[in-house]
């Protein structure tokens, strides 16, 4: 072992990967190698001890186990922030984490969080925190059982800013009153200049504190922010004021008015913008408030209640009508139906039955359950959906880099456009109109409506996404979604039902119903797709099973028996021609060119009927095939069956092209093949064999009912198992989107008339300050009316 001389860090860090002593050896032998480096490899707890001298980082140790085959896992957190006032804090905020070894940081200005991925070992929670403090700012690991304490913080917190804005308000008042006339009549000094100076010092001091603290940090880190912009501007005026009025120069204008009337207004759009973020981040809320604290189980023979989080896999819970589920089951006695609408947007109740999952939270119906927990705590889906939303709603879409980039000059930019500002005025017109105007500069600019253009539309579009059944991995994905030009689908399961159906029943010899009873007594015994598929048909019509005696299945393809003491033969029709059945061909060809599969039922020689069965289209598919179409979105489908039945679904749902027999691996060939700089790929599927597909496809939609390695491989998720969610999440993905233009857009041309406007002696002060408090309050409102969104409508 290369011990260091000068051990500078002892690092403890998980290893992924390792199956035998040798790949500890190797990861030793690789780590040692590094200069100033000692490691040793604990392989039966899967990690590695390593003392770090100062010519090694830790980074490189990380990329020396990842360059030998290796992985270190990382960890996901979320921490809540405070003391941000505009996106140059987020900026500032994001660049302290991201310069810490082994972590990964993505602030949100919108929800006032971080998601930070860091790697255990090199870095902690409390590292983070302390270099977010450090920086002038706060944070507090946010957590399940934090939630609601963050929640009354943020609204204690709100309260108390309302109650410095009431009384700041009513300290302004009287200096807002002279102003009419000085406008209209050019008089001046209506208050004594005395009492506007006792009135605006709380004003600037008390209740502007917030803005010089803010200043003071921010400047502190190293970064300015909108506080420096409002401290810089209306300190300004204020203590020209003060020295006027100190003076006894009333030769000279006084401006506690527009200091004091500035603090106020954007202290209201502050107020303001904080109520519509909570608006747009109540998504989360919703789903929170939806799980139930409580639930009914048997234990010792009783019925007991207790708190949801002390159920484990495996209790048995009783949910009576009305209730809402507590957790994610299986029922096991009863019969009801459930609404699953707060999970699926789906507005239509499910039955169930014994052997039926259940999920936390949908509201079960007029039946008593009797159901095993399958899923508890993190494991429920609700807890899965709720992790999804957050997750997205933290990430970062890539439209957002633009307005980064200009938040992380826009201080520093404002501040040398006041200052030029200044001095040309005061050389053009004197000081006054020079102190004046280049206040103005310093009060309109708003680097606060760019930081919110994206990040509050994305929390408002996954929250509707969530709300309608699509859950949103991340806000790229989301913002991909609208430029996909070709969807490729998978067909069973994802066009299909994915489980075989009985579609027709064909009476040649007896009735309908005669002839389903007696295929499905001959198939009861089966444990065959397609006999379960016929007994549970004849069942749910209620027709009375014979037990057949002499039941023997005959190699290749068909069974035999004797039912009232009759001999029966049941198979596919070559079977049954090879053994001397005939009629019915007419039925036989017309069905199966389409698609399905036939059965056929023969006694002395005859066929006395048919059953066709076949994995039946979802009921939504050729609708969401035609909305797709109408979206200009090219669907091909492809699929592993033989062309003829691949031809028939493919007319039934009106999809133009597909491809039949395609294996797993080279469906995502084809997908890689079907991209273009025209627009990008979409795959929708739900198998394991469509996991492949979905990695490579530029966006993928797993089906909700479908495999959870599916679900992992893909950028959303569809709750509910309807091709239509594609649609939908397209559908979202394009108005999210469009919302977002329309702010950036307003951001950006705000800011670009209102900066000249002021610095061209054009714009008074207190009308610069109310403008600014507005804007970021104009696109928090526009994003807010993407809860209009709603799924369905083309």
Known sequence: MNAPSEPRLQLDL???????????????????RLPDVGASVNFAAERVSVAVGPQTTPVQIVEAIEGAGFSVPQRRVKFALSGMTCAACAARIEKVLNCLPGVQGVVNFANETAAVQLTPGI??????????????????????????????????????????????????????????AMFVGGIHDLVPRGVQLLLATPVQFWVGWRFYSGAWKSLRGGAANMDVLVALGTSMAYLWSVVVTLGGRHDLHVYFEASATIITLVLLGKLLEARAKARAGEAIEALVRLQPQSARIERDGQVVEVPVAQLHTGDVF??????????????????????EAMLTGESMPVDKRAGDRVFAATINGSGLLRCRACGVGEATLLAGIIRMVAQAQGSKAPVQRLADRIAAIFVPTVCAIALATLLFWWWR????????????????????????????????????????????????????????????????????????????????AADESE??????????????????????????????????????????????????????????????????????????????????????LGSRGAAIGLVAVADAL????????????????????????????????????????????????????????????????????DGINDAPALAAADVSFAVGSGADVAMEAADMTLVKSDLGGVADAIDLSRATLSKIRQNLFFAFVYNALGIPLAALGLLNPVIAGAAMAMSSVSVVSNSLLLRRWKPGIR
């Open 318 to 339: 009783l949910v009576r009508a009305g209730d809402a589920m507590p957790v994610d089951g299986v029922v096991i006695d009863g019969e009801s139906s459930a609404s």
């Open 123 to 180: 870095s902690d929670e409390q590292a983070i925190i302390d270099a977010v403090r450090a920086a002038g700012f706060g944070a507090d690991l946010l957590q399940g059982a934090t939630r609601e304490d963050d929640k009354r913080r943020r609204l204690a917190q709100w309260q108390a800013e309302f109650r410095r804005f009431l009384i700041s308000a009513v300290l302004t008042l009287p200096l807002i009153a002279q102003m009419p």
């Open 429 to 508: 017109g004197g000081f006054e109109v020079a102190l004046v105007n280049a206040v103005a500069v310093l009060v309109i600019a708003c680097p606060c409506a760019l930081g919110l253009a994206v990040p509050t539309a994305i929390m408002v579009g996954t929250g509707r996404g969530a709300a309608a059944g699509i859950l949103v991995k991340n806000a790229e994905a989301l913002e991909r979604a609208e430029h996909v030009k070709v969807l490729v689908v998978d067909k069973t399961g994802t066009l299909t039902i994915g489980r075989p159906q009985l579609t027709d029943v064909v009476g040649l």
């Open 618 to 685: 979802r009921d939504g598919a050729p609708a969401a095939i035609a909305r797709l179409a109408d979206a200009g979105v090219r669907v091909v489908m492809l699929t592993g069956d033989n062309v003829h039945t691949a031809r028939a679904v493919a007319r039934e749902a009106g999809i133009a092209e597909f491809e039949a027999e395609v294996l797993p691996a080279d469906k995502a060939r084809r997908v890689v093949a079907l991209k273009s700089p025209a627009g990008l790929v979409g795959m929708a599927g």
């Open 14 to 32: 998980p290893i992924d990967g390792m199956t035998c002593a040798a790949c500890a050896a190797r990861i030793e032998g690789v780590l040692n």
């Open 515 to 600: 002839v389903l009873r007696l295929a499905a007594s001959l198939e009861q015994g089966s444990a065959h797709p397609l006999a379960f598929a016929v007994v549970d048909a004849a069942r749910q019509r209620g027709l009375a099973l014979s037990v057949p005696t002499g039941l023997q299945a005959v190699a290749g393809g068909g069974i035999s028996g004797a039912i009232d003491g009759i001999d029966h033969v049941l198979g596919s029709p070559r079977f049954m021609r090879e053994h001397g059945v005939v009629g019915g061909e007419d039925h036989i060809g017309a069905l199966a060119d389409a698609g399905k599969t036939v059965i056929v």
